[in-house]
């Protein structure tokens, strides 16, 4: 266990609908990161949050978005669904001291059919 | 923009060889290069990273270089095992708590 928690592990959609997907990160660090993997190819980043508040936005589309709560849970919230938006997401934390890098969870399967 | 490239997307070498994994960046302000494995249906997990002041980390049978002048960095893996056998991702980020850029991965078989 990575310390990083997603719900769900897996989830089959149809075309056209919304889902949310969710990352509760690792004790204590206030950075978490979403990630989409698709199939053979690499981890695109999507967007960023710090400690509440937008950080950094990568090749995130318009019918995605994001946000962090005062728990520092952070939320991925994926609208108008197309295949193409099938893919693993990741989400990632890292610690403000000590050690540099990330922590992943263990990512969300999506499925749209 | 930011950019990592990372060859060869794929690579097979015989158990008990060594493998080498190349990548570049495009970005100069960046100072932070960690290197992940991501075995099959599993979560990336970093194996090793190295800081810009440094040339060169060795951990095990696992080193990295940095030529921070020619921007670019090299995971070795020597004495290769079945168990090396996954992806790996090469990536950059400018400090701690920014995003970090991965190439797309070298999917590295190791043959019996």
């Known amino acids: 266990d990575s310390g990083v928690t997603q719900t769900p592990k897996h989830l089959i959609t149809a075309t056209g609908q919304r889902v949310t997907l969710r990352c509760s990160p690792r004790?204590?660090?206030?950075?978490v990161y979403w990630y989409q993997q698709s199939l053979d190819q690499g981890l695109q980043f999507l967007i960023q949050?710090?400690?509440?508040?937008?950080?950094a936005k990568g090749n995130i589309l318009e019918r995605f978005s994001a946000q962090q709560f005062p728990d520092l849970h952070s939320e991925l919230n994926l609208s108008s669904l197309e295949l193409g938006d099938s893919a693993l997401y990741f989400c990632?934390?890292?610690?403000?001291?000590?050690?540099?890098?990330?922590?992943f969870g263990s990512g969300t399967r999506l499925t749209v059919v | 923009g930011e950019n990592v490239e990372q060859h060869p997307s794929t690579l097979s070498v015989q158990e008990g060889d060594s493998a080498v994994i190349k990548c570049t960046y495009s970005?100069?302000?960046?100072?932070?290069f960690p290197w992940y494995k991501q075995e099959l249906g599993k979560r990336p997990q970093l194996i090793i990273d190295?800081?810009?002041?440094?040339g060169e980390k060795k951990d095990q049978r696992i080193a990295v270089t940095l030529n921070k002048t020619a921007k670019h960095f090299s995971l070795h893996i020597t004495e290769t095992q079945p168990e090396d056998s996954a992806v790996y991702f090469c990536?950059?980020?400018?400090?701690?708590?920014?995003?970090?850029?991965f190439g797309k991965g070298t999917r590295l078989h190791i043959l019996p």
């Open positions: 990632a934390s890292s610690a403000d001291r000590g050690n540099y890098g990330y922590t």
């Open positions: 004790s204590g660090d206030l950075s």
């Open positions: 949050y710090y400690n509440g508040e937008e950080r």
């Open positions: 970005d100069s302000a960046s100072n932070y």
């Open positions: 190295i800081r810009s002041n440094v």
């Open positions: 990536a950059a980020s400018r400090n701690r708590d920014d995003k970090i850029i």
